[in-house]
């Protein structure tokens, strides 16, 4: 893809950091099974710092790359699952760095914003709630946690699940309904009115603190640390939406990437049946396919970031990105798997992990099924608009 000068270099410089430097990590016994912890994550940030790579989509003066410059940066990043998190490109602060730096007053951005970009602080997103309650999951206007103003202060109660992050986080986006509609909070973290009820055992295992559910029982929140205003709530969870949709989509393309070298390198070591394993048109021919949804997601993300370039919110094109990419990811990552037989199941490479990373991507930030039956409401609509007698 044809990108910037600038965004080539810092592409060029961030692969460079992550293969020498990151990719040792991957064993690292603090790579736990509710993501790495963060002394390993401050320690691979130092590194970062010192090598100039630390949040590298966002520029000195605040500003941030182009989405098309911001993908060919973050695709290099996630050649590691911890890449992301060394840079400081990982979910869900991106998306949280992203909602602030245009939503976030003056004031809100030097209080939670700062830590964020200087890599010194995580922060989570409050926004689904259990389940088994009936509350906010794919229907963001399920939500129950409600807010009411008690003098200058909002009063917040409810309860909230799958918060990846909340375990060790310093900054929370916390969305609750007034009567006004949805609503959104910057509160500092931790704070006792917020409790982590437990951290959920997942599939996937990239992200520090995990996915937590969450009791908010009584959270007095300042009227100034409300993100914009009553009622809008929902309008800047579009605005994080999109971008951070096609983020994930950034950052698993590299991981795939990287799974399907490792694929690669053993088909082209390894032999059955006196020849090497990518000999026999069989495994083969998964690598071409490999190579051919690699690229159709790169090429999907690109015309996206295209369509977010031009200042539209794009959300029917990143919902066919989300959609397009994961699934072929998953395709990938699959025969990755399968290419490398019982080797791909252990957790000696980085496939494994890769693959069950890709199976939860698969559902949130909107699960593919919601993505395709909006996409079907627009088609419905625009049939009817072309239509109207
Ligand atoms: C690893 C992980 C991390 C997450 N991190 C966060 C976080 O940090 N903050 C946060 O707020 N949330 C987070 N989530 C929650 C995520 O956004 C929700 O899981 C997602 O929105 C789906 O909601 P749900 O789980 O309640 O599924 P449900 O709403 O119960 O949906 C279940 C299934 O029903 C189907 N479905 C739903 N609606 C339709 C439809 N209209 N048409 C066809 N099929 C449909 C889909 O197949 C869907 O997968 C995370 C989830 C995961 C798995």
């Keep these: 893809m044809m990108v910037s000068e600038r965004a080539t270099e810092i592409a060029a410089k961030v692969e460079a950091f992550v293969r020498e430097v990151v990719i040792p990590y991957e064993k690292d016994p603090r790579c736990g099974a509710h993501g790495p912890s963060d002394d390993l994550v401050m320690e691979l940030r130092e590194k970062a710092r010192a090598a100039g790579v630390l949040t590298p989509h966002i520029l000195p003066d ?3 790359l182009t989405q098309r410059e911001t993908a060919v940066v973050l ?8 890449g992301p998190l060394a840079c400081n490109t990982a979910a869900p602060d991106e998306g949280n760095m992203y909602l602030l730096g245009h939503v976030a007053s003056p004031e809100q951005k030097a209080r939670f914003l700062q830590p964020l970009v200087s890599g010194a602080a995580r922060s989570a997103f409050f926004m689904t709630e259990p389940a088994n309650e009936g509350g906010a999951g794919s229907d963001p206007s399920m939500m129950k946690t409600t807010c009411r103003l008690d003098g200058n202060h909002w009063v917040i109660n409810g309860r909230k699940a799958f918060i990846t992050g909340a375990e060790g986080a310093k900054v929370g986006i916390v969305m609750a309904k007034s009567d006004d509609g949805a609503c959104m909070f910057l509160v500092d973290l931790p704070d006792p009115a917020i409790r982590i009820e437990r951290v959920l055992d997942t ?7 995990g996915h937590a559910v969450v009791a908010i029982e009584n959270l007095r929140v300042p009227a100034d ?3 914009g205003n009553s009622g809008e709530g929902f309008k800047y969870a579009q605005v994080r939406l999109s971008p951070a949709r096609l983020s994930h989509c950034m950052r698993w393309l590299g991981g795939c990437i990287r799974a399907n070298e490792i694929a690669t390198a053993y088909a082209c070591k390894r032999e059955a049946f006196g020849k ?3 000999d026999h048109e069989g495994v083969g021919f998964m690598l071409a396919e490999n190579l051919i949804d690699i690229r159709q997601a790169e090429l999907m993300i690109d015309w996206c ?3 977010l370039d031009t200042g539209s919110l794009g959300t029917a094109e990143s919902s066919m990105a989300k959609v397009a990419v994961s699934e072929a990811l998953m395709r990938v990552a ?5 290419v490398m037989g019982g080797t791909g199941v252990t957790r000696d490479t980085i496939v494994e992990q890769v693959f069950r990373e890709i199976r939860a991507f698969r559902i949130y930030d909107g699960p593919t099924e919601v993505h395709k039956w909006s996409l079907a409401k627009k088609v419905k609509r625009d ?3 072309g239509h109207a007698a």
């Design 225 to 227: 640390q409300m993100l």
């Design 276 to 278: 090497l394993l990518v």
């Design 383 to 385: 049939f009817l608009k």
């Design 62 to 64: 605040g500003s941030h």
């Design 334 to 338: 699959d025969r990755c798997v399968q």
């Design 75 to 82: 695709i290099r990043s996630g050649l590691s699952p911890l």
């Design 203 to 209: 599939i996937d295992s990239s992200m520090p603190g």
């Design 305 to 307: 970031a295209s369509v």
